[in-house]
C-alpha cells in the first residue's frame, strides 16, 4: 500500500477558515484599501467558498455578490448561487450577461468556428470541447463533440484555428463578467475577489483579464478537495458542497478533466501534491491505480500547463524602467 493516499490533503479548517479571514480583512483594509469585497458566485464550490470566507472576515454587510447567467449556463447554477447568497445572506445582483455577449459577437463567432468542423450544426445543437492525449505522452489534442435537435451525437478532430477561435469567443463571457464585477467594486469602493482553486491556478485555468483578473485571491492555494472540504466545515448549504464541478461554459454538459485536466479532481490534486513533494512516479501510480508510464505521463502533463500558460500570470510587460513604482 502506498504511503500516497488522499489525506496528505488534511488541513485544520477551522484554524485554516481563520487565518484566511484575517488575511482578507488586512488586504482589504491595508492593502486594497476598500471597504468590502465584491464575488461573483455560479453556484460552484470555489466560488461559494469564496463567498464564505469573505463573510466570515468582513461580515455579510460588506460583501456584495452577483449571479451572471447567460445563453449556456445550467438554470441549476443560477438557482444554487441564489441559495447561497440567501444562506450568507449577503446582498446580491443577477444580470444575464446574454444580450451583451450577443451584442459584441460570442455566440456568432463561435458559432462560426464549430460550423467549419461541423457543417450541419445549428439552431437547437449542442456541444462541448473534450481534451486526449496528454495523459497518454502525447500532445493534447482537442475534439469537437455536438449533438443535434434529434439526440443524435458527432464527434469531429479540432483544427487548431477553430479551435482557438471557439476559446477566444467563449473567453468573452469571463471578460464580459469581470467588467461587471469591476464596475461594482468602483460603485461600492470594493475589493474583486478571484476564485480559483489551486490546481486551476497552477494550471492556468482561467481567462487572462476575465476570471484571472482580481484583486485578492483566497484559496489560489487551497486543493479542490480541500475546498470541498472547507464548504461542509463552513456549513454551506449541501446542494452546494455536492456540486460536481463543470465548466457551465459550452451548452453540453462538460466537467473540467474532459475539458482541461488530465484527471478528474481528486485525482489531480493529489497528482499535484505529489509533484509538488518529488514524490517518484511510480507511488503515484500505485496510489491512482495507473502504470507508471502514466503516472509519468501526468507529470509531464502538468509541467507542459505550466509552460504553456505561465503568460497568464505575468502583469504587463514593460520595455523600460519605472523604480519608482517597483
Known sequence: MSSLDRHVLDIDYEQEADRIAA????I?????????LVVA????????????????ALGPDRVFTLILPERDSSDDSAVRARLLAEHLGVRT????????????????????????????????WKFKIVIEGGTEGRINRFRLIAESPDGQRHERELALADYLAIVAATNFKQRIRKTLEYFHADRL?????????????????????????????????LYKSQVYGMARHLGLPERVCAAIPTTDTYSLSQGQDEFYFALPYQQMDLALWALNHDRPANELATALGITPAQAEAVYEDIRNKRRTTRYLHMAPVLAGDVPELD
Do not use: M, W
Open 93 to 124: 445582483e443577477t444580470v444575464d450577461i446574454a444580450p451583451a455577449l450577443e451584442a459584441i459577437g460570442c455566440y456568432r463567432a463561435r458559432d462560426q468556428a464549430v460550423r467549419n468542423t461541423l457543417p450541419g450544426y445549428g439552431e437547437g
Open 23 to 26: 488575511r482578507l480583512r488586512e
Open 28 to 36: 482589504t483594509a491595508r492593502q486594497l484599501h476598500r471597504r468590502g
Open 41 to 56: 458566485i455560479s453556484g460552484g464550490i470555489d466560488s461559494s467558498v469564496s463567498a464564505a470566507l469573505a463573510v466570515r
Open 189 to 221: 469602493n470594493y475589493g474583486v475577489v478571484g476564485t480559483p482553486n489551486r490546481v486551476e491556478y497552477d494550471q492556468g485555468f482561467f481567462v487572462k483579464n476575465g476570471d484571472g483578473s482580481a484583486d485578492v485571491k483566497p484559496i489560489a492555494h
